[in-house]
């Protein structure tokens, strides 16, 4: 069963936007109540962790190299989850995978079930 939906990446140049969302279509609302976040992975690296809110939105924690760039938000009564991402640059170049779960201090530790992600390809 498809739980999370994964959407909005494509092809930019470096300095460009793309916004992310991500869709729980469980049907179980599990976003409503728990920390939902972004993970990214590009070929030959682990899955690394980007960025994450609290389910009220009360706190954002990110990955030191996209503070100040990526943005993200949720909207609880649509099950979605955003990233806004800015000034793009190749190194931001990944698959992206949003999931929700654990908040760890400032990182996030997932416990759902995978999408299939997003692909972001950002060239200079």
């Known amino acids: 069963q498809v739980e999370l939906v994964d959407s909005g990446g494509g092809s930019v140049q470096t300095g460009g936007s793309l916004r992310l969302s991500c869709e729980d279509r469980s049907g179980r609302r599990i976003f409503k109540s728990a920390v939902v976040g972004w993970f990214r992975q590009s070929p030959g690296k682990e899955r690394e962790f980007v960025a994450s809110?609290?389910?009220?939105?009360?706190?954002?924690y990110y990955a030191d190299s996209v503070k100040g760039r990526f943005s993200i938000s949720r909207d609880n009564d649509g099950n979605i989850g955003y990233l806004q991402m800015n000034n793009l640059k190749p190194s931001d170049t990944a698959i992206y995978y949003c999931?929700?779960?654990?908040?760890?201090?400032?990182?996030?530790?997932?416990?759902?079930?995978w999408g299939q992600g997003t692909q972001v390809t950002v060239s200079s």
């Open positions: 999931n929700y779960g654990l908040q760890l201090g400032a990182t996030m530790r997932p416990t759902g079930s």
């Open positions: 809110i609290t389910y009220n939105s009360a706190a954002t």
